[in-house]
């Protein structure tokens, strides 16, 4: 089992935010609901995840984290399409 997740969720408003976490269903709750969410998805709510990996640490998730970041929203909807 992974220690860590690198996520992408889909805002009301089409647009895709990344992240990581060790707790998936925790995470999306509270950008959903909590005040722990990221300030982008607070103001884009609700969100929908759309996207996981795992990651054996969270070093190996920060670093998938910047290279998904750096994608154009077009190749983030492929990457999406392909699982």
Do not use: F
């Amino acid at each position: 089992m992974s220690d860590w997740y690198l996520y992408i969720v889909r805002c009301s408003d089409g647009s895709l935010y990344t992240g990581i976490t060790k707790d998936i269903d925790r995470r999306i709750d509270e950008h959903n609901h909590g005040s722990k969410g990221a300030a982008y998805t607070r103001s884009h709510r609700p969100v929908i995840l759309v996207y996981q990996e795992s990651c054996n640490s969270r070093s190996e998730a920060t670093i998938r984290e910047s290279e998904i970041k750096k994608l154009s929203k077009n190749e983030k909807e492929l990457m999406i399409k392909k699982i």
